[in-house]
Structure formats: structure tokens, C-alpha cells
Nanobody, 122 residues
């Protein structure tokens, strides 16, 4: 069974850091582009970042550019989202998604995780 599982969410103070992990089971992530998305209460799910299957290319939403970094460790079948200088408006459920063909910040990924809550508050 193909599955993506996010972990590392929680409560963090404004200005702090948090690292989310996205682990895959049932398939090899090497062949998949990965997207990170978030959805705040009452808002549409939005693309935050994406990374190509090789890790050689990545892209970020303007709202997180310079603060968030996505990386991957294919040996561990895991992708990461490092979140620095977080703000209260970063509060959301964060999802990772995978697709062999699609690469971008749109919601066209085939496989999705269940999400991890990130709350930024003092």
C-alpha cells in the first residue's frame, strides 16, 4: 500500500523553527516529485514548496521564500520541510504529496499524506 506520512508538526513560537518530515512506504520516492502544501482553517489548500525527484530543482511560494527549505534524502525515502522564522500566519495543516509526472505548486499530485498540524503562537 502506497502511503505518505508527515511528522514533526507541533507548537512553535513566532520566530522559531520546525522541521517536517514526509516518509514514504510502499514505494520508492526516488522517482517522485514532492510537493508541500498547507491548509489553514477556512482557506484553500495552497502550495508551499516542491522539489524534483532528483532534488536538483525546488520552488517556493512567495510567502515562504527565504524562510522555508525543502530537501530530500532518497536513501531514507524521506523528504523534509525546514521552516525557519515562522510566523502566526504559517499556522495550518501541512501535507506532502507525490507524483511521478507533475512538478509544481498546484494540487495535481497523485498521492497525499494525512497532514501534520503546525501552530505558531506565543
Amino acid at each position: 500500500q502506497l502511503q505518505l506520512v508527515e511528522s514533526g508538526g507541533g507548537l512553535v513560537q513566532p520566530g522559531g523553527s520546525l522541521r517536517l518530515s514526509c516518509a514514504a512506504s510502499g514505494f520508492v520516492l526516488d522517482y517522485y516529485h514532492i510537493g508541500w502544501f498547507r491548509q489553514a482553517p477556512g482557506k484553500e489548500r495552497e502550495g508551499v514548496s516542491c522539489i524534483s525527484s532528483s532534488g536538483g530543482s525546488s520552488n517556493y511560494a512567495e510567502s515562504v521564500k527565504g524562510r522555508f527549505t525543502t530537501s530530500r534524502d532518497n536513501a531514507k525515502n524521506t523528504v523534509y520541510l525546514q521552516m525557519n522564522s515562522v510566523k502566526p500566519e504559517d499556522t495550518a495543516v501541512y501535507y506532502c504529496a507525490a507524483d511521478r509526472s507533475y512538478y509544481g505548486l498546484g494540487r495535481w499530485y497523485r498521492y497525499w499524506g494525512q497532514g501534520a498540524q503546525v501552530t505558531v503562537s506565543s
